[in-house]
């Protein structure tokens, strides 16, 4: 018994078409794909009997933005496929009962990709057996209820999305792979073979693409041959489009490669510059300050020496004087040693003024002679301070410009 019923299967590439090909038949015919690769790669019928005994043929078609990694096919080259598969469908007179195109209700966002498919599907049906198809949106067991009632309105209510075929009474289903038990329920999510039954029941047409063919157009120059050209030239212009801006992208991006090594190399320079400078300015600082306090140094040493010497001098007023009073005392005990008459009392009075004397003349030379140590000892102590400031200070160091620093304020 020859099939009765004709139904094709359409959409892009992932959107389940398999799967519900899989669930209409009862039984994998065909295999399930899980990326972006088309399982189906060509025009493929599959034969089966509905429940009722009566037999059908479900046509799957090539997904439309094949991508896989040997390079898939073009839409055009799919096209072409279909389109030969169309005309020898016509040819053995044979009419679609439906047209089932499937689109994920997941899709965040109905890219150009997306549109274009929409766009030739719809040159393909053409106005007339708008009531044969049925586009049936996929994957609601992986969105919201609410989220997914929202794409699909505006999938309906959009020009540039189904809002056409809406207007000519095509109708939308929603289908889902719920486990058992949690399918949903209602008008809204028919059963796939459902689905099938009504379209059986509708009177059978010839699509747009079939009537064109059979007027002797090439693929090409169909309403949907010439919407995918128009959608490939527009594609085209973006793309020199996209092609002219990365190249002025790559151009500003050369510019600004040269501008930042250039500037990358004045930075280098400045701060070369800059180190020079810190290290040069902190040797000068560092000579600056030693000069300073050495001059400082210089004055306060004459100052010393010149307060040495006028006690110095003092204690040789005093040392001169004192001598002459001890000579005086001495002569005057000879005096009274020779004089009789004088008592014992005055006698050892006078001799310990004498020892007094003496005493205050070798405690002056004393303090006298450690002033000179000491005087001494600080002109020895600059002597080498000025030394280590000059080895020093041909060492380009910062930081041992700063020690000398240290040093001799610490030494003085």
């Not at 073009?74 to 469908?89: F, P, Q, R």
């Not at 080895?391 to 700063?402: G, Y």
């Amino acid at each position: 018994m020859n099939p009765v019923g004709l139904i094709a299967i359409m959409g892009g590439t992932g959107t389940g078409k398999s799967t519900f090909i899989n669930t209409i038949i009862g039984k994998a015919v065909t295999d399930v794909g899980h990326g972006l690769e088309s399982q189906t790669t060509e025009v493929k019928e599959y034969e089966f009997s509905m429940p009722n005994g009566v037999p059908v043929t479900l046509v799957d078609t090539p997904g439309f933005n094949d991508y896989s990694d040997n390079g898939g096919k073009s839409d055009l080259v799919i096209l072409k496929e279909i389109g030969t598969y169309l005309k020898a469908k016509y040819d053995e007179k044979r009419k679609f009962s439906g047209i089932l195109y499937l689109h994920n209700i997941g899709d965040p966002k109905v890219g150009g990709s997306s549109q274009r498919n929409m766009l030739m599907f719809k040159k393909l049906c053409g106005p007339d057996p708008l009531k044969n198809v049925v586009v049936v949106t996929t994957f609601w067991d992986e969105v919201d209820l609410p989220q997914g009632v929202e794409n699909e309105t505006e999938l309906k209510t959009k020009d540039k999305f189904f809002k056409g075929l809406v207007d000519g009474k095509c109708r939308f289903a929603r289908s889902g792979k719920y486990p058992p038990g949690k399918t949903e329920n209602g008008p809204d999510f028919p059963t796939p073979i459902s689905i099938v039954s009504d379209l059986l029941t509708l009177n059978p047409v010839f699509v747009e693409m079939q009537k064109e063919l059979a007027e002797g157009k090439t693929v090409e120059k169909t309403s949907a041959g010439a919407e995918l050209y128009k959608e490939l030239q527009r594609l085209k212009l973006q793309q020199e489009d996209m092609n002219q801006e990365i190249a002025e992208m790559k151009s500003i991006n050369a510019k600004d490669r040269v501008a930042t090594e250039g500037l990358k190399a004045q930075v280098e320079e400045l701060v070369t510059k800059q180190q020079h400078q810190e290290v040069h300015s902190s040797r000068s600082d560092a000579i600056t300050q030693l000069n300073r306090e050495k001059e400082a140094w210089a004055k306060q040493r004459e100052l010393d020496l010149e307060k040495i010497r006028r006690m110095q001098h003092e204690l040789e007023l005093l040392k001169t004087l004192h001598a002459k009073e001890i000579l005086e005392c001495q002569f005057q005990i000879r005096s009274l040693l020779d004089d009789s008459s004088h008592d014992a009392y005055q006698r050892s009075q006078l001799a310990k003024t004498c020892e007094d004397l003496k005493a205050t003349v070798s405690d002056l030379s004393q303090s006298l002679n450690k002033l000179w140590e000491t005087n001494e000892q600080d002109a020895l102590a600059r002597t080498e301070l000025v030394q280590e400031c000059a080895r020093l200070n041909t060492i380009p160091s910062r930081r041992l410009a700063i020690y000398t620093i240290a040093y001799a304020r610490q030494m003085f």
